[in-house]
């Protein structure tokens, strides 16, 4: 497992770190005073791993499948979910995040299934310095991606992810419906991704640049992230933009849907 000094700082980090004015903290590099290790011990709490396999189904293991994938790069593995079922299913997976707490989470969580994670932390703006190697695919998923906040390190990532991929490498990266809840307010299904039954997950605050989300837990605990609500259609453009051919963007793992109805797209984004 690699790491750096920043990173390690993390995993002793309790509280999470906000302005005096929360809703100022619109910064990329924000999301490491985010994921203190208290909220990341409760991550699965939030997501129920077994609620959220049930409810995506075999939907990324089919994608992969069917381009015949196999070496897949998670960059924001969190506390592992994907990367564990990925290899389960037969994947060579390579676990990375930003965030060594998160990281360090993953790797338990493997094995506990009885799995040696590849591990690696890489912060996306620089992927390529921290992650060796071409891969098939790469999964940036769980809304992860909506933590940057610049235009300009939105684009940044996306060169990082395309130059990490093969020459016929696959991104699949999702997002929330911001464009909904920008314009008819939030409403969820509580159907996918965030399953746990005795939390919940709801947006405090959004405007046009911020989307800050409130997680409450049953024994009072409450963490928040500050999230860009990120536009679909804007989303699809910067892929195309960074050089990828192809964009075919999906509602809650449905090819077709009405644009208000998913709480989350997935854009599956071929480089040729
Ligand atoms: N994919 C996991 C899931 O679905 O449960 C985790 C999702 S969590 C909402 C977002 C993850 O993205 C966090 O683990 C965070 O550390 C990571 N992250 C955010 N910004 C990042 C960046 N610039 N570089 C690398 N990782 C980042």
Redesign the pocket.
């Known amino acids: 497992m690699t790491s750096d000094l920043a990173g390690n700082a993390e995993l002793t980090m309790t509280q999470q770190a906000y302005s005096r004015d929360p809703l100022e903290d619109r910064e990329?590099?924000h999301?490491?005073k985010e994921?203190v290790t208290p909220f990341v011990d409760k991550?699965d709490e939030l997501?129920d791993w077994d609620g959220r396999a049930e409810s995506e189904g075999q939907f990324f293991i089919d994608i992969l499948k069917a381009r015949g994938k196999e070496r897949v790069l998670?960059?924001?593995?969190?506390?592992g979910?994907?990367s564990v079922r990925l290899t389960e299913a037969g994947f060579d997976v390579t676990a990375s995040?930003?965030?060594a707490a998160?990281v360090a989470k993953a790797f338990e969580n493997g094995q506990a299934r009885g799995l040696i994670l590849k591990t690696s932390q890489?912060?996306?703006?620089w992927l390529n310095r921290d992650i060796h190697g071409k891969y098939d695919a790469i999964i940036c998923?769980?809304?992860?991606f909506t933590?940057?906040h610049e235009e300009q390190?939105r684009r940044r990532?996306l060169a990082e992810f395309y130059a990490a991929l093969k020459h016929d490498g696959v991104l699949i990266l999702d997002q929330r419906n911001y464009d909904e809840m920008l314009d008819h307010g939030f409403s969820s299904k509580h159907k996918y991704?965030y399953c746990g039954d005795d939390v919940s997950a709801e947006p405090e605050h959004i405007d046009e640049g911020l989307c800050r989300m409130r997680y409450d837990f049953p024994d009072g605990a409450s963490y928040t992230?500050n999230l860009c609500p990120i536009r679909k259609d804007y989303m699809r453009r910067l892929f195309r933009e960074a050089g990828f051919e192809r964009v075919r963007t999906y509602g809650d793992f449905q090819d077709t849907y009405a644009e208000d109805e998913p709480d989350f797209f997935i854009h599956v984004v071929e480089k040729s």
Do not use: E, K, Q
């Open positions: 990329t590099g999301y490491r994921y991550w997501i998670d960059v924001a593995c969190g506390t979910f994907h995040d930003g965030n998160m890489a912060d996306w703006r998923l769980g809304n992860s933590h940057l390190d990532a991704y992230l």
